[in-house]
């Protein structure tokens, strides 16, 4: 019985070594390979644009958190208090796709601001869903330049279980206007090694659209600030982006900068949508004081957001909804209409943002 028990102790001591050293060799590998972004740098420019922008113009903009194509009305996400890791099937995010693409090819929006867009990432399956959109705008009959900044970007993400596995996504702007150029510009990180190793390093997307005749740009920001932090690193990268948007207002150019904040404007109405259980994600609450010359837009008509700690139940009125989702737009631009979309959650757990506005 002795001897049993040895070597059974022994058996147990030679396993839990083995996953030790298999991570330890994990952690090295993320180490060597960790992305490590410039504070600025240009990302690829693909497609071409026809349209060219004035004073006076009028322009259609669409945002929306796509959720890899994998976050639709049967998903739940382990990080959300759900269960599961990745979609499904397959043929389930082929379809979100689908669906996704019909929907903005028929807005005909001259700007596409889009996150949780991925590019080669084992959750979705490797499907690369920027080039996707891309092809099904063209096929529309859209002319669209577009480019994509990563948020996400390992080789290896080693949790849960079964863990989560290569990362390799962002947020993709798509424009009927020819750009200046566009770029990355790096967000503080909250998370320290070796957390941040497996974890987003976030980011701001960045275009510049030249106002023809004036001298001016459309800067169009492009954002998806941190979720699931103490909330300074919320704090840090709402400072860095309103300090960013007061520059640009100070050279007199126009603003534009939409997606998902994780976070609600405290100009919200939040009442329609309480925070239904303590177990729940929530989000922050933002200082809109600290954006100046801005006009702070977030649609409470329709929810932006769902939980994701189960699938979706429009039945259940204790399911917890979100307003993450808005625009901050200069005050030299006029707003003719900002709207969240009630898509009902079909093929994303959030709704897309359609925005009008008018230069001034």
């Known amino acids: 019985m002795r001897k049993a028990a040895k070597i059974a102790g022994l058996t147990i001591a030679a396993v839990i070594g083995a996953v030790l050293v298999g991570y330890l060799i994990i952690i090295l590998i993320l180490t060597v390979t960790e992305y490590k972004p410039e504070a600025t740098e240009p990302v690829e420019t693909f497609g071409q644009a026809e349209q060219t922008l004035h004073i006076g113009d009028t322009v259609d903009v669409v945002a929306w958190n796509i959720g890899f194509c994998g976050l639709g009305d049967n998903a739940d996400f382990f990080m959300d208090g759900g269960k599961k890791v990745k979609p499904s099937t397959k043929e389930r995010v082929e379809e979100n796709l689908s669906a996704i693409i019909d929907f903005l090819a028929k807005e005909e929006a001259d700007l596409l601001l889009l996150q949780e867009v991925d590019e080669d990432t084992t959750h979705s399956y490797y499907i690369d869903e920027r080039s996707a959109i891309a092809s099904g705008m063209e096929q529309a009959g859209l002319s669209y330049e577009n480019y994509l900044a990563y948020n996400f970007k390992t080789l290896f993400v080693p949790y ?35 957390v941040r190793l497996a974890n987003l390093k976030r980011c701001l997307l960045v275009s510049r659209i030249p106002v023809e005749e004036s001298g ?3 800067v169009v920001i492009n954002l998806h600030l941190e979720a699931y932090d103490d909330g300074e690193g919320k704090e840090a990268q709402t400072k860095m ?17 939409g997606g998902d904040f994780n976070q609600s404007f405290d100009t919200t109405d939040l009442s329609s949508y309480p925070h239904q259980r303590e177990d729940l994600w929530e989000p922050g609450i933002m200082k809109t004081e600290d954006f100046i010359d801005v ?28 307003m993450l989702d808005g625009f901050l737009v200069s005050s030299n631009i006029k707003v003719e209409q900002m709207e969240t979309v009630d898509l009902g959650f079909k093929h994303a757990d959030h709704n897309p943002l359609r925005l009008k506005i008018t230069l001034e």
Do not use: H, W
Not at 243 to 249: A, G, H, K, R, V
């Open 160 to 194: 849960p279980f079964p863990p989560v596995g290569k990362e390799q996504s962002g947020i993709a702007t798509y424009s009927a206007y020819p750009s200046l150029g566009a770029e990355r510009v790096s967000l503080p990180c909250p998370f320290s090694y070796p």
């Open 295 to 322: 006009q702070c837009l977030m649609d409470v008509s329709v929810p932006s957001c769902r939980s994701l700690d189960r699938s979706y139940d429009p039945a259940d009125p204790a399911f917890q909804y979100y």
């Open 241 to 257: 982006l309103a300090q960013l948007i007061e520059e640009e207002i100070n050279k007199g150019n126009y603003v534009v900068a």
């Open 216 to 218: 001016k740009e459309l």
